[in-house]
């Protein structure tokens, strides 16, 4: 079965930094683009940040640029989203996404890991 | 960057309904929209992609089409199951998502 699994989700004071993790499985993980995706709370969804197969393309929301790095472990399946100087609006559940090789639409999603700013 | 607007934001319809949600691109993105669902508390699930094409196992009341600019989602006879959120999304420059359609039970 084709799956990802957040983690690393949790309670971060403003200005702390935060790393979530993305377990995949059922699929041949390196072949595939991978995204995040974040819902604030009660909000609509906006893309966060974006991996090539290979890692060596990556791709930010100026919301987070700079703050954020998206990294990826081809040979342990996993991708990762590093948080830093977190928001009060950063606060939301955070998904991880698989993106089609050629059309770029995301067709697997993780339940989500949820971020909450404050103090 | 590209910006996306649904509409309605959200809508009542009953059982058998036909519904349709519009979303419009603020420049050109070819066919490179898709649409997606989202039940509450639960993550959102792909639809169609590339404007028309009908993801494995989305009954087939679900459609969609256009180009360009505009683009339509089509339930072509709304079910219990359908009464959800749904997105759309263009993939032709990064990602940028609608801010959803509500569909309620009238």
């Known amino acids: 079965e084709v799956q990802l699994v957040e983690s690393g989700g949790g309670l971060v004071q403003p200005g702390g930094s935060l790393r979530l993790s993305c377990a995949a499985s059922g699929f041949t993980f390196s072949s595939y683009e991978m995204n995040w995706v974040r819902q604030a709370p009660g909000r609509g969804l906006e893309w966060v940040s974006y991996i090539s197969s290979s890692g060596s393309t990556m791709y930010y929301a100026d919301s987070v640029k700079g703050r954020f790095t998206i990294s990826r472990d081809n040979a342990k399946n996993s991708l990762f989203l590093h948080m830093n100087s977190l928001r009060a609006a950063d606060t939301a559940v955070y998904y991880c996404?698989?993106?089609?090789?050629?059309?770029?639409?995301?067709?697997?999603w993780g339940k989500g890991t949820t971020v909450i700013v404050s103090s | 960057d590209i910006q996306m607007t649904q509409s309605p934001s959200s809508l009542s319809a009953s059982v058998g309904d036909r519904v349709t949600i519009t979303c419009r691109a603020s420049?050109?993105?070819?066919?490179?929209l898709n649409w997606y669902q989202q039940k509450p508390g639960k993550a959102p699930k792909l639809l169609i992609y590339a404007t028309s094409s009908l993801q494995s196992g989305v009954p087939s009341r679900f459609s969609g089409s256009g180009s360009g600019t505009d683009f339509t989602l089509t339930i072509s006879s709304l079910q219990p199951e359908d009464f959800a959120t749904y997105y759309c999304q263009q993939s032709y420059n990064l990602w940028t998502f609608g801010q959803g359609t509500k569909v309620e039970i009238k």
């Open positions: 420049q050109s993105i070819s066919s490179s």
């Open positions: 996404t698989r993106s089609n090789q050629n059309y770029y639409y995301m067709d697997v």
